[in-house]
């Protein structure tokens, strides 16, 4: 695990579920569909369903004749553009889906994705062109050039860049995604613990949240119980509980929630290195609150720097961060350093001993 201290905090609004709810209901009610889209950034779940909504403006009995999914690393420019070029048999559009869309070069043996620069500039108007990549083509060189002109085109193309959801904001997240999912609302306390049970992995959230928004009765908003409950097959709850022992600096009731944890699991080295990357998250958090606070920042002013929009959240990680010192960040951070080392076979100490020590060393 590669423990660093960034010097600055990044600025960026983190737009993606606004961008796929507007791009989402526009193809599901099959409004003003475009020729080309082209969908990227490093965040798949988004675009793994904003890529299933345009498959399904095929219908099935269409879809022999008139639907390819290829991969860039198995096809070619030429071969694309062909397809992408030809008129629909026996329907109105067809759909061409590329992902790794830049990997198209690979096979290339013209001037690969370059030759894609003359269909952007006159797409076929009876094809869906779908080109999926983590990253945009260079803006100043060939298709990247033509791409970054047409993103202007609103009537042609569609050119949405979805990051990844930073972790501070994923509470906001499961709130948004709750009530845009299943019209349903979970209160901000059960979002921040689902949030640090689960952690960034959005595919495994929205299964959570499923799995939330079925169990729970329709006429109650999810609480914190519900989502203890829902999530113990996923991770032990005891984690939330040894982090509100540690922020309260609670050494006797954190080190038995520990002994607690250790005594439940099968592999104590995995509840170790989870644990470490858990509690990695939330000091990094606060690292930032104090270092932010020791500038001189004013409360509402930390707030808007992080770009947390719930109070409520935020007045939670405030709280947690006025019981440590900017002083004490290098310390314990070097503590989940030498406890996920000793883990991964780099001391003699047995698990136990690196687990109790790890918390009475964080918890000082």
């Known amino acids: 695990m590669n423990f660093k201290l960034e010097t600055h905090l990044p600025l960026a609004r983190n737009t993606s579920l606004a961008t796929f709810r507007t791009l989402f209901n526009s193809l599901r009610k099959r409004d003003s569909i475009k020729p080309v889209y082209y969908l990227y950034g490093e965040e798949p779940f988004l675009i793994d369903m904003l890529q299933d ?16 999914l290829i991969y860039g690393n198995e096809s070619n420019p030429a071969d694309v553009l062909n397809i992408a070029s030809s008129y629909p048999m026996m329907a109105e559009k067809r759909v061409v889906i590329v992902r790794d869309f830049m990997k198209l070069d690979e096979n290339s043996e013209g001037e690969g994705i370059k030759e894609f620069s003359g269909y952007f500039k006159n797409p076929n108007p009876t094809t869906i062109l779908c080109l999926i990549d ?8 060939e298709p990247g050039k033509t791409l970054k002109e047409k993103d202007k085109e609103t009537d042609l ?26 019209k349903r609302q979970i209160n901000p306390e059960a979002a921040q613990v689902l949030a640090q049970l689960v952690g960034p992995n959005l595919k495994l959230l929205s299964s959570e949240i499923d799995k939330l928004c079925t169990f729970v009765d329709t006429s109650e908003k999810v609480k914190v119980e519900h989502v203890k409950k829902i999530t ?27 002994e607690q944890m250790l005594l439940k699991t099968n592999n104590s080295t995995g509840e170790i290195i989870k644990t470490v990357g858990f509690f990695y998250s939330v000091f990094s958090n ?29 007045n939670i990680q405030y709280q947690e961060a ?11 951070f070097e503590a989940l350093l030498d406890a996920d080392s000793a883990a991964k076979g780099f001391s003699t100490l047995d698990t136990p001993s690196i687990f109790l020590l790890l918390i009475k060393r964080i918890t000082g």
């Open 232 to 258: 113990q097959s996923y991770r032990d709850y005891d984690v939330i509980e040894l982090k509100n022992a540690v922020i309260k600096r609670d050494l006797h009731q954190a080190l038995q929630i520990a």
């Open 157 to 182: 193309f569609e050119i949405h860049e979805f990051e990844k959801i930073d972790e501070r904001n994923l509470p906001d997240w499961i709130i948004d995604w709750t009530r845009h999912s299943h």
């Open 322 to 332: 006025s019981n440590f010192k900017l002083a004490e960040m290098p310390y314990i």
């Open 286 to 314: 606060i690292w930032q609150i104090c270092r932010l606070t020791e500038k001189g920042l004013n409360k509402q002013q930390v707030q808007d720097q992080l770009n947390i929009r719930s109070n409520y959240i935020f």
């Open 53 to 68: 909504e345009i498959e399904k403006l095929i219908p099935e009995e269409q879809k022999d004749f008139n639907f390819d």
């Open 134 to 141: 983590t990253k945009f083509p260079h803006r100043g060189r």
